[in-house]
């Protein structure tokens, strides 16, 4: 079977993850911010896993622990996750999702086309977002990713679910058109004010 076959057959078992930096002003100059994310390549739904400067090998194996809670997991439902070769994806980080019934999927080397929907992501959120702010301190990387992927779920339609919103809302197709603002005008959407 091959790799297009198998994703478009499995979607809604298959979740991916991936990381993308930040650079952050603080007190001590430029500091480099990882985020974790995780996306459901069925809805396009993205669960911000966390944020940190330094990915321990502890703090990768609590992520996994929060990603496969029995409760309120993001990969509860999941069977397969798509990572690439990163080291920061400990071996401790795959026990856990693996102990937990989460295969792990490793992508060949050098093949960014393997988990296109994470790459797409980092891509959608650094150009239309964090590429277009300057940050100090945590506090405004975490408020702009929140707007963002509030952005993405509720207003931004999607190509790969033939453009539909991932929240599932129906746009209305009566009404006044005006616009909405996220981060200060950086984010808009136009929509129509109800009837």
Not at 74 to 95: E, N, Q, V
Request: charge should be neutral; glycine fraction near 6%.
């Amino acid at each position: 079977m091959s790799w297009r076959t198998f994703i478009r057959s499995h979607a809604h078992l298959i979740a991916t993850a991936d990381f993308f930096t930040t650079e952050i002003w603080t007190a001590c100059g430029l500091v480099t911010h990882y985020t974790l994310f995780v996306i459901d390549t069925a809805t396009r739904r993205v669960h911000i896993a966390g944020t940190t400067t330094h990915p321990t090998s502890e703090w990768m194996e609590q992520i996994a622990r929060n990603l496969t809670d029995c409760q309120d997991g993001f990969l509860t439902a999941k069977r397969f996750l798509i990572i690439d070769r990163d080291a920061l994806f400990s071996p401790g980080f795959k026990a856990i999702l693996e102990n937990s019934g989460v295969e792990i999927l490793l992508t060949s080397h050098r093949a960014p086309n393997m988990n296109a929907f994470a790459e797409r992501f980092v891509r959608s959120i650094k150009s239309e977002c964090l590429s277009q702010m300057v940050f100090v301190g945590q506090a405004s990387l975490d408020r702009a990713i929140a707007e963002y992927v509030a952005h993405y779920h509720e207003e931004r339609s999607h190509q790969g679910i033939g453009n539909q919103i991932v929240s599932g809302t129906a746009p209305q197709r009566v009404g006044e058109i005006e616009v909405k603002e996220r981060l200060g005008g950086l984010l808009n959407y136009y929509h129509r004010r109800a009837a």
